[in-house]
């Protein structure tokens, strides 16, 4: 790994995690615990990179008013805070986690309004740490005030620098995205069946029509598409190679961050130039061991290589 890994996230919130048992809408709950963290995607998949020990700088914006959290947070984790202050509070969104059931209900309140001299100077944040090979992630919502053009308008300039753009996005900005002209594509997209069947126009019911709407995408230009799929494991689509990786269940306190776990494991493996298989392997024991944390954490890293032991690979054509 010869570069730091940069992270972009426009649209930050401190997820407020309440751990409850037995969740039923309109009743009266008790909670077990409540545990403030520093979140948004980006910054999900920057705290995962850092616990692997990956050199991360993180960069998007966050209010000045509770910016404290975030500041703790990249001082803890040795991450390198370009976060641009604007005015005004970072959301918080709320996450009530069902330790029975294992499943999250998310309530996501509105973000920060951002102008567009906020968006020069993160651009710019870009642009200062970014070099030929570098690898840099685009991940999460949009607040107001921001085009649903605005990954493709950042990531042109990154890859003329020969930087790696990996997004993990969906709706609008995912559609603007993969509609941009071939200068300005990422490099890997990170859909869920949901949003790869939003794209196409059509449902994609077999691992077969999954994989073809992925080569679709390929042949625009980018060069990996990773599917999730839950807990049927992902599908890992290059041009000429596709690989289903699935590890045996775990119990999960909280599903939370998963993907944003499995977009770190996949972008430490490009940082590593891993092959596919290596790759897939390390992005689902990211995921899985994320189910097993609350925040932007990952376990030891000895619980991580034992996903990655534990995971499947298959060739699927």
């Not at 966050?62 to 805070?81: M, P, S």
Request: a negative charge; proline letters at 5%.
């Amino acid at each position: 790994m010869n570069h730091a890994v940069v992270t972009l996230t426009l649209n930050p919130a401190i997820d407020l995690t309440v751990e409850v048992s037995g969740f039923v809408a309109g009743n009266v709950h008790r909670a077990k615990a409540a545990t403030a963290n520093a979140g948004g995607k980006g910054v999900n998949v920057a705290g995962c990179l850092a616990d692997w020990g990956c050199p991360v700088i993180a960069t998007g914006a966050i209010g000045r008013g509770n910016a404290e959290v975030f500041t703790q947070f990249f001082a803890t984790k040795g991450i390198e805070d370009r976060f641009v202050r604007v005015a005004g509070d970072t959301r918080t969104n709320i996450k009530i986690a069902d330790s029975a059931t294992g499943e999250t209900t998310d309530i996501n309140l509105p973000g920060l309004v951002l102008d567009e001299r906020s968006l020069v100077d993160i651009q710019a944040a870009l642009v200062d740490h970014v070099v030929a090979g570098s690898v840099v992630v685009m991940a999460g919502s949009l607040p107001a005030g921001v085009p649903d053009d605005i990954y493709p308008r950042l990531a042109a300039p990154l890859r003329t620098l020969g930087a790696r753009v990996v997004l993990d996005t969906s709706g609008a900005p995912l559609d603007a995205a993969l509609a941009a002209a071939a200068d300005a594509l990422p490099h890997v997209v990170k859909p869920n069946r949901h949003e790869l069947e939003a794209w196409a126009g059509r449902p994609l019911e077999t691992i077969a029509e999954l994989i073809a709407a992925a080569r679709q995408l390929i042949g625009r230009g980018l060069e990996l598409v990773v599917i999730s799929m839950g807990a049927d494991g992902a599908l890992f689509v290059r041009a000429n190679e596709a690989l289903h990786a699935k590890l045996p269940p775990v119990k999960a306190i909280s599903t939370v961050g998963a993907g944003d776990s499995m977009v770190a494991g996949i972008v430490s493996a490009l940082a590593d130039d891993l092959e596919l298989a290596a790759l897939a392997r390390r992005a689902v024991a990211f995921a899985a061991a994320k189910l097993e944390q609350i925040g932007p954490h990952l376990p030891s890293l000895a619980i991580v290589r034992q996903r990655e032991a534990e995971a499947t690979i298959v060739p699927v054509a």
